[in-house]
């Protein structure tokens, strides 16, 4: 989207002050530890842009919360698996040989955004030293959530992703949708690991049984319910938020119960624009 196009989409510009009073609405309380996963063409246009975005969410916190974004790198790995676009098989040895090391401080984040990129470089903020799959961090439980980012499972349980779910995070999309929610991630290897503790216990036809899933419906269902969602100030994939648990009941009933207590035990709440 051009910045011209940015212009005629809305009546007015967006400043700090009227991002941080729709924060506000849309559910982000002083002191939350909040992963924030954002578009900011899809905002309109923002006076100050990406800083006063920053800016709004801050203020939105306060001093006592925490602001996480995520702060991929991932054109840092082998150039034989890049499919977004390839590269010629010719150019691999020489990628290879000349790809300069990740360093937390200068390495830049690659399809983030201009949100999180502007992020991941200010003062106090800190970034995790994983050099593909990193997290950029600010507030009071930065330094806890960044810490040790294991390599070989960069998006699981001792990932700052699972540190943020211990601490009970919320995540916030703006302007962007559940394709760019890191935290899925996550629930995706806890799913996988229930997969295969029933596969070393049953055969197959009774784990599509205990699972309760028919993909096809499921896939209709959620074609049906995303729009609502997006448009929920908020969501909780457990069942406490009235408005996202009258979603959820749609898409789930019948068919994912058994997989929503797998993948989410303790609860989490999502936050949509």
Known sequence: MSEADAVARVHLPATVESLAAELAELGVRAGDVLLVHSSLSALGWV?????????ALEHALGGEGTLVMPAFSTDLSDPSRWQHPPVPRGWWPVIR???PAFDPRRTPTRAMGAIAELFRTLPGVLRSAHPTASFAAAGPRAAELIREH???DPLGEDSPLGRLHELGARVLLLGVGHDRNTSL???????????????????????????GIDLQLALRRLQLCLPLLRRLPTIDLHGDAAHGLTCQREFTAGQLEAQRRVIAPTQSTFATQ
Request: aromatic share 2%; charged share 30%; glycine share 8%.
């Open 47 to 55: 006076a100050g842009g990406a800083v006063a975005v920053i800016e």
């Open 97 to 99: 040989d000349h790809l």
């Open 150 to 152: 294991p390599l070989e």
């Open 185 to 211: 991630h996550l629930a995706e290897r806890r799913a996988f690991r229930h997969l295969q503790a029933l596969e070393r216990t049953r055969p197959r036809g009774e784990i599509t049984a205990a699972l």
